[in-house]
């Protein structure tokens, strides 16, 4: 069984640095592309980007590139998503998602839940 | 960037009645379309696949339609947890691979 278990709920202050999970299994990791969504309170949901573990490609949407990181740890089979300046607009969901078909999202994570607040 | 509109903004049914949701593309996405169901608290959940294919474990109730930039979602007799907010998603066919959602469209008990 596919499973992606997410890292827990976080309360940050602006400005502080922060580094969010996602742990696959019941899959060969390498072999799905792994990729991050947003929830804002009340909103829907948002697509921020998307990165191969097998070889590291990347890509961002466009409304997220240049302000958080995505990466991944093939040997713990773990992708990350990081921000180094966090604003109180971050505050969200954050789903990783992956699949066997790299066009839609077949298995998403339980969501982690970022607050950035003063 | 594709745009991905949905209609009705929101949809009040009863259960037992048939639901029908809609969602445009702003250019064709040919069949490259997903339809998706997230409960209140809870992650979201793929439905459809491919504009028409259910997804592992997807009620019969469900069903997709359409190609290039007007796709359906239909419901076709609403259970009482099919109360829950829909969304539709495409990706590019081309690189650099972008992907969109549309903003949603709450079916709620009437």
């Known amino acids: 069984e596919v499973q992606l278990v997410q890292s827990g709920a976080e309360v940050k202050k602006p400005g502080e640095s922060l580094k969010i999970s996602c742990k696959g299994s019941g899959y060969s990791f390498t072999s799905y592309w792994i990729g991050w969504v947003r929830q804002m309170p009340g909103k829907g949901l948002e697509w921020m980007g998307i990165i191969y573990p097998g070889d590291s490609d990347t890509r961002y949407s466009p409304s997220f590139q240049g302000q958080v990181t995505i990466s991944a740890d093939k040997s713990i089979s773990t992708a990350y998503l990081q921000w180094s300046s966090l604003k109180a607009s971050d505050t969200a969901m954050y789903y990783c998602v992956s699949g066997l078909r790299s066009e839609y999202f077949q298995h998403w994570g339980q969501g982690t839940l970022v607050t950035v607040s003063s | ?110």
């Open chain 2, 1 to 110: 960037e594709i745009v991905l509109t949905q209609s009705p903004a929101t949809l009040s049914l009863s259960p037992g009645e048939r639901a029908t949701l809609s969602c445009r593309a702003s250019q064709s996405v040919s069949s490259y379309l997903a339809w998706y169901q997230q409960k209140p608290g809870q992650a979201p959940r793929l439905l459809i696949y491919d504009a028409s294919n259910r997804a592992t474990g997807i009620p019969a109730r469900f069903s997709g339609s359409g190609s290039g930039t007007d796709f359906t979602l239909t419901i076709s007799s609403l259970e009482p947890e099919d109360f829950a907010v829909y969304y539709c998603q495409q990706r590019s066919n081309w690189p650099p691979y972008m992907y969109t959602f549309g903003q949603g469209t709450k079916l709620e008990i009437k």
